[in-house]
Each structure stands twice: as structure tokens, then as C-alpha cells.
């Protein structure tokens, strides 16, 4: 399932996810949340002054994969990572940082507390997302809460339990 906070032109997905590394060397099953950070488009006012408006959550900037190998089990934590700067939604490559995987969530709550680098990392212009930032900060207890309990239930096995279609 996936789940989205909106902050005017910022936003953050949450979704649970079980993938299968392409890669046989490195390769296994895996099993976690993964988090990113996503502009937010906003097009054209349609409708009346009361109709709803489409929400686009479009480009993602940042991403963490709050992942564990289905080998290592729940809680091993071995395949937690971060991509810093993501590029046309890219991923780039894996970075594993010691504080991820020390203390996952308080590593997330500090790097959600401050987006503006992650923004400026993949080349997004900051000018316009000052108060958005503002309002991810505030919410950030309410974020990390969800990937926490999304967290818990894939080490539970009730979510993330067949791996994702890939093309």
C-alpha cells in the first residue's frame, strides 16, 4: 500500500515493498518500507472554485529503503540504505550509513527535519519550498510514526509478503 503526506509542493511516500535484487551476486529477496521524497506538481486550476483538484505527486528527489534480506530475517536491518540526489527519479547507487541502521527511525526523523539539502542534492531550486520544508518538519513525528508502524508489520509478515512485479 502506498501512503502520501503532501505539503503544498513537497511530499513523502511510505510504502511497503518485497523485491527480488536483479543482481544474483548480490542478489536476494528483500523485505521493507521505502520512504521517498517527491515534488509535488501543480497544475492549472480546473472546475469551479470549489472543485477538487488533482494532486500529482510526481518527481522523486531522495529516497530510503528501509530494507532487510528475507534470509537475514526481521530486524537484521542488513540492506538498509539511502540515495542521496536522485536524478529523473533515479536511484544512483546504495549508500549504507551506520546511523541508518543503529537507529533507523531517529535517522529518518533527522533527515526528514531538514529537506532543503536533500532538495539541493538533485539539483531542485529551494526558493519555492521554504514553507513546505516547514510543514514536513512539523509533521515529521507523524511521518516517521507511520514508516515505524509500516515497518512492524512487514517484520510481522502481514505486509510485503510477494515480491513486487518488476518489468
Given at each position: 500500500m502506498l501512503r502520501v503526506f503532501c505539503f503544498r509542493t513537497l511530499g513523502i511516500t511510505v510504502e511497503d515493498l518485497y523485491l527480488i535484487d536483479p543482481d544474483p551476486d548480490r542478489g536476494g529477496h528483500e523485505r521493507g518500507v521505502r520512504v521517498e521524497l517527491?515534488?509535488?506538481?501543480?497544475?492549472?486550476?480546473?472546475?469551479?472554485?470549489?472543485?477538487?483538484?488533482?494532486?500529482?505527486?510526481?518527481?522523486?528527489?531522495?529516497?530510503?529503503?528501509?530494507?532487510?534480506?528475507?534470509?537475514?530475517?526481521?530486524?537484521?536491518?542488513?540492506?538498509?540504505?539511502?540515495?542521496?540526489?536522485?536524478?529523473?527519479?533515479?536511484?544512483?547507487?546504495?549508500?549504507?550509513?551506520?546511523?541508518?541502521?543503529?537507529?533507523?527511525?531517529?535517522?529518518?526523523?533527522?533527515?526528514?527535519?531538514?529537506?532543503?539539502?536533500?532538495l539541493e542534492a538533485a539539483g531542485v531550486d529551494t526558493r519555492h519550498h521554504h514553507a513546505s520544508a516547514q510543514a514536513l518538519r512539523e509533521a515529521t513525528p507523524e511521518v516517521v510514526g507511520t514508516v515505524a508502524t509500516v515497518l512492524g508489520e512487514v517484520r510481522a509478515g502481514t505486509l510485503a509478503t510477494t515480491p513486487q512485479k518488476q518489468p
Open positions: 517527491r515534488l509535488l506538481d501543480e497544475p492549472a486550476w480546473r472546475g469551479s472554485p470549489n472543485a477538487s483538484q488533482p494532486v500529482i505527486v510526481d518527481r522523486a528527489v531522495w529516497r530510503a529503503d528501509f530494507l532487510e534480506s528475507v534470509a537475514g530475517g526481521p530486524g537484521s536491518k542488513d540492506r538498509m540504505h539511502h540515495h542521496p540526489g536522485m536524478l529523473d527519479n533515479e536511484p544512483g547507487r546504495r549508500v549504507f550509513a551506520p546511523g541508518l541502521t543503529a537507529d533507523p527511525m531517529g535517522w529518518l526523523e533527522h533527515q526528514l527535519s531538514d529537506v532543503l539539502p536533500h
